[in-house]
């Protein structure tokens, strides 16, 4: 579901894997007009695992899919000179609420400069892997940052690699912030942007802003490994009597006190203060104690089902979460169903009806809109044409028998394979 914030701001997306789309995601769900253009049969993302089951093995991405949602979507030939042109064109098109462009794709014929030829006050964010142009990925930026030594109990010889795509997403929100900066600032002023935003400075940007590199270069120390247990207060997972496991954080004042009232740990908890010479009231010193007070803690754990566990973590307000499965959480968790106005079920081309999430931001001010579906490659190719363009039928018939654009009855995922 879409909030339309952003009235008729048409960004147009060249794009692929996480943060670029995401990005464009973003500014669709708040109600921007986006354009993704993408190959005739898709770019190298479009068959990204997962994907549905396909007699060819052609089954649309749920990855992709995901994050194309609310997009309308354009397929041209863009190995061919006309077929860029049309894409320069609809990047640079008149009107107040046009001329911005999004990509991670680093094409000499997409670079802001002979774009801004056209439109002086084009507005251009390109993502790049590293700041000097060069490639990178989530992965290959994330291990350098340090956390893979911190992860899972891992270290500097045996580094362990966490699954979410942190920058990516990190860099997605803020390239999607950036342009809307750039927009509120050409419509004040009438000058354009270059927006460069790299995936490396946001992760190590990221380090300096969460005290991390202060961290080494003021105290001299590298953040320790200390597996499932939260850093710098109390927090850690435990198992229940029925194999369940929950985590449990306590890093307020109330938090801490709702646990130890919850676990009746209250004196075991002073004697151990008393021992140790601690006052657990400091978050720092509950951290520096954690493994004995974690050996307070367990055994409350261990001694009940998960249920009932829950039952008295809710009712002494403890701040505590429940481990799952995504399936589990499909089942089980209200957060992830239709009773959250944040999800419905929306009816993907080549997918069929699902869950599906729109905009995180819960609006009082304005009604929530429906999310359209991650539309067929070329769904809307004849659409933006015509009105961005002001191409006629003709033409862009014309364009379609010189195989410069296509509908979306060349999508590999429907398309005859023995189709001309």
């Known amino acids: 579901m879409t909030y339309p914030f952003l009235g008729r701001l048409r960004v147009i997306e060249s794009s692929a894997f996480i943060a670029a789309p995401l990005a464009g995601l973003t500014l669709a769900q708040f109600g921007a007009d986006v354009i993704r253009v993408d190959m005739i049969g898709g770019g190298i993302d479009y068959a990204r695992m997962p994907r549905m089951p396909h007699p060819r093995g052609q089954g649309r991405s749920l990855y992709w899919t995901g994050l194309n949602k609310g997009k309308r979507s354009v397929a041209v030939d863009l190995r061919r000179p006309e077929g860029r042109e049309l894409i320069q064109a609809l990047a640079t098109a008149p009107g107040p609420d046009a001329g911005v462009l999004l990509t991670n794709i680093g094409t000499p014929w997409l670079a802001h400069e002979m774009l801004a030829a056209r439109r002086p006050d084009l ?75 790299a995936l490396s400075d946001m992760a190590f940007g990221m380090l300096s802003h969460l005290g991390v590199l202060a961290e080494a270069e003021l105290l001299g120390q590298e953040r320790p490994s200390i597996g499932n247990h939260l850093y710098g207060a109390f927090g850690r997972d435990f198992g229940t009597a029925d194999g369940g496991r929950i985590m449990v954080a306590a890093i307020s004042a109330g938090q801490w006190k709702a646990l130890v009232a919850c676990c009746g740990i209250a004196e075991p908890v002073d004697a151990l203060q008393q021992r140790l010479g601690l006052d657990f009231a400091d978050e720092a010193q509950r951290f520096e104690a954690r493994d004995a007070i974690a050996e307070l803690v367990e055994p409350w754990f261990a001694a009940r089902t998960q249920q009932a566990a829950e039952a008295a973590l809710e009712q002494y307000k403890v701040c505590w979460g429940r481990y799952g499965t995504v399936c589990e959480a499909l089942a089980g968790d209200a957060r992830a169903s239709l009773a959250n106005p944040v999800f419905e079920r929306i009816d993907t081309p080549g997918i069929g009806a699902h869950l599906a999430a729109g905009a995180a931001v819960r609006a009082t001010c304005m009604e929530r809109e429906a999310t359209s579906p991650a539309a067929l490659l070329g769904t809307h190719t004849d659409e933006v044409l015509h009105e961005v363009l002001g191409l006629s039928g003709a033409a862009i018939g014309r364009l379609h028998d010189a195989r410069l654009v296509a509908g979306p009855q060349r999508d590999p995922t429907v398309a005859d394979p023995v189709a001309p």
């Open 123 to 197: 507005i251009s964010c390109t993502i790049q892997g590293n700041g000097d142009g060069s490639t990178a990925v989530d992965y290959t930026v994330n291990c350098a940052t340090g956390y893979p030594a911190v992860t899972g109990g891992g270290s500097r010889e045996h580094p362990v690699n966490h699954v979410l795509p942190a920058w990516d997403i990190a860099c997605a929100y803020q390239a999607a912030f950036a342009v809307l900066a750039a927009v509120d600032h050409r419509r004040r002023g009438g000058q354009g942007a270059e927006l460069k935003l």
